[in-house]
């Protein structure tokens, strides 16, 4: 069982940004891939972006490339969502998932994640 609890959320101005942070206390973190996605109002949970155990790899979505930035800290077990030029469209809760694999999942659905935290809302305003 993991254990993953996000933080970070919060109002911000369309241009700004924010950090999501999210902790998954445990000795096998880096054995992980982890990932964010979102979910706004009345839609689909979509992927935001994705990184291998070891940090060698990412994946992002169309939609946040080049604004956003995923990374992690092994020895502090935490994974990190650095958002920049956040835009309206931006507004939804974010969640942080982990794999039950070191390596990049397949694909960027869902269902290739087995653990789920919480959420935390980011709402940008205009």
């Known amino acids: 069982q993991v254990h993953l609890v996000e933080s970070g959320g919060g109002l911000v101005q369309a241009g700004g940004s924010l950090r999501l942070s999210c902790a998954a206390p445990?000795?096998?973190?880096?054995?992980?891939?982890m990932g964010w996605f979102r979910q706004a109002p009345g839609q689909v949970r979509d992927f935001v972006a994705a990184?291998?155990?070891?940090?060698?790899?990412?994946n992002y979505a169309t939609s946040v490339k080049g604004r956003f930035t995923i990374s992690r800290d092994n020895a502090g077990n935490t994974v990190y969502l650095q958002m920049n030029s956040l835009k309206p469209e931006d507004t939804a809760v974010y969640y942080c998932?982990?794999?039950?694999?070191?390596?990049?999942?397949?694909?960027?659905?869902?269902?290739?994640?087995?653990?789920w935290g919480q959420g935390t809302q980011v709402t940008v305003s205009s």
């Open positions: 998932a982990a794999s039950s694999f070191r390596s990049l999942p397949a694909g960027t659905g869902a269902q290739y994640y087995n653990y």
């Open positions: 990184i291998s155990g070891s940090a060698s790899s990412t």
């Open positions: 445990g000795r096998t973190f880096s054995t992980y891939a």
